[in-house]
């Protein structure tokens, strides 16, 4: 019923920048919050940043200073500016959400996840 699409994923080289977009469909009366996560081989799923229905934002300490995670409400679009990129930030990105259906239920919803690669 909700769905997430990643897109933006790719190869850059390092010091480059990428942006992902992260577009919400479905029956949504409302979007709690939204956020990215990644991946690297043989690493934890960690919690990249999350920005709130209000607008308020937390990174990783990791990102901090490099990324910049934002939100277009009209368009249900979550955003991750990606800037100066390091060969650790290589992973693979999965945008999370949590909404309110119209039904009244609450959804974690969970993309497909897209490929990051920075070559060094």
């Known amino acids: 019923q909700v769905q997430l699409v990643e897109s933006g994923g790719g190869l850059v080289q390092a010091g480059g920048s990428l942006r992902l977009s992260c577009a919400a469909s479905?029956?949504?009366?409302?979007?709690?919050?939204m956020g990215w996560y990644r991946q690297a081989p043989g690493k934890q799923r960690e919690l990249v940043a999350v920005?709130?229905?209000?607008?308020?934002?937390n990174y990783a300490d990791s990102v901090k200073g490099r990324f910049t995670i934002s939100r277009d409400n009209a368009k249900n679009t979550v955003y991750l500016q990606m800037n100066s990129l390091k060969s650790e930030d290589t992973a693979v990105y999965y945008c999370?959400?949590?909404?309110?259906?119209?039904?009244?239920?609450?959804?974690?919803?969970w993309g497909k996840g897209t490929l990051v690669t920075v070559s060094s």
């Open positions: 479905g029956s949504i009366f409302n979007t709690n919050a």
């Open positions: 999370n959400a949590v909404f309110t259906t119209i039904m009244g239920l609450r959804v974690d919803a």
């Open positions: 920005i709130i229905s209000g607008g308020n934002t």
